[in-house]
């Protein structure tokens, strides 16, 4: 099993960026798929989720701004953020089938 996030960078604040988390080793389409992210200095938390039907969960921190999405055809998740702020300077992992990515890192500054 591998999941291999990409994307991260550097963005001004109110800028965007969109993560991938390409997955191998398991029947993506039949899983959850979830983002988290960790800060320095802080505990890893949850993004949000999307389940096998393509339903979505967000923290409250993210709603309205981050959408997450899937592409069972290609086996990956997105997470797409919007109007990004420096709160959301974090490292960012994908999570599914029990395994972690190795994160990318998001630093949202100007």
């Known amino acids: 099993v591998q999941l291999v996030e990409s994307g991260g960078g550097l963005v001004q604040p109110g800028g965007s960026l969109r993560l991938s988390c390409a997955a191998s080793?398991?029947?993506?389409?039949?899983?959850?798929m979830t983002w988290y992210r960790q800060a320095p200095g802080k505990v890893r938390e949850l993004v949000g989720d999307?389940?096998?039907?393509?339903?979505?969960n967000y923290a409250n921190s993210v709603k309205g701004r981050f959408t997450i999405s899937r592409d069972n055809d290609k086996n990956t998740a997105y997470l797409q953020m919007n109007s990004l702020k420096p709160d959301d300077t974090a490292v960012y992992y994908c999570?599914?089938?029990?395994?972690w990515g190795q994160g990318t890192q998001v630093t949202v500054s100007s």
């Open positions: 080793g398991f029947t993506f389409r039949f899983y959850t």
């Open positions: 999307i389940n096998s039907s393509g339903s979505t």
């Open positions: 999570y599914g089938f029990n395994n």
